[in-house]
């Protein structure tokens, strides 16, 4: 099974984040979903190389896998918004506390 250069490939999308404030957390998360798809990723690679899968069968399968990251991800930004809220929440609470 062909190994994917997933580091090169996170490499190259945190360059293109510039100074975002959310870069590190991205490249994190997309590292992690690569990594727990890089056997179907590598497999699909493999197929469509050696010519089991047509273009479009591959396209299609990437499109599939690339769903499935982008949900992870998103998954991921929603627990950290959550989680964002509480401390929020947490915070201007104990406002109200003090105030009273």
């Not at 099974?1 to 975002?20: C, H, R």
């Not at 998954?75 to 009273?100: D, R």
Request: with cysteine.
């Amino acid at each position: 099974m062909m190994a994917l250069p997933i580091e090169q490939i996170l490499n190259t999308v945190s360059d293109g984040l510039a100074d975002s404030p959310v870069k590190q957390a991205l490249c994190e998360g997309l590292g992690q979903c690569l990594n727990q798809q890089g056997e179907n990723l590598s497999m699909l690679v493999e197929a469509k190389n050696n010519g089991e899968l047509s273009a479009e069968e591959f396209q299609v399968e990437l499109e599939r896998e690339k769903q499935i990251a982008e949900a992870e991800l998103l998954t991921q930004a929603i627990a950290g918004k959550v989680e964002v809220q509480k401390i929020v929440n947490e915070a201007f609470g104990l406002l109200v506390k003090m105030a009273l």
